[in-house]
Nanobody, 126 residues
Framework: QVQLVESGGGSVQTGGSLRLSCARS????????MGWFRQAPGKEREGVGI???????AYADSVKGRFTISQDNAKNTLYLQMNSLKPEDTAMYYC????????????????????WGQGTQVTVSS
């Protein structure tokens, strides 16, 4: 059974940085797609970005140039480096794991991933 555990959330001021981590355990296919999603109170969940097992990435327009997704395969850990944070980045952030096909899908941001973490809160104050 796959488990995903996020960490690294917190409160920062506008312009600050945070790095989120997502530790993965359990057996997974060698080819996969992992993603970061977020949900703010009263809003729908939105995709932040994805990374494939081959290292390819894609990002939502709202975070391009500010957020970077990376992974350490030796540690089975996914990262989300968030720079130049804005109040509108305030949300619960989730990591997700799914089929490698998701990383080639134009609809990846809809979040049809099989496994999800519990989330970590990010709050950006002005």
């Amino acid at each position: 059974q796959v488990q995903l555990v996020e960490s690294g959330g917190g409160s920062v001021q506008t312009g600050g940085s945070l790095r989120l981590s997502c530790a993965r355990s359990g057996s997974t296919d060698s080819s996969y797609c992992m993603g970061w999603f977020r949900q703010a109170p009263g809003k729908e969940r939105e995709g932040v970005g994805i990374i494939g097992s081959n290292g390819g990435t894609a990002y939502a327009d709202s975070v391009k140039g500010r957020f970077t997704i990376s992974q350490d395969n030796a540690k089975n850990t996914l990262y989300l480096q968030m720079n130049s944070l804005k109040p509108e980045d305030t949300a619960m952030y989730y990591c997700a794991l799914g089929s490698w096909r998701m990383c080639y899908s134009a609809s990846w941001s809809r979040g049809q991933f099989a496994y999800w973490g519990q989330g970590t809160q990010v709050t950006v104050s002005s």
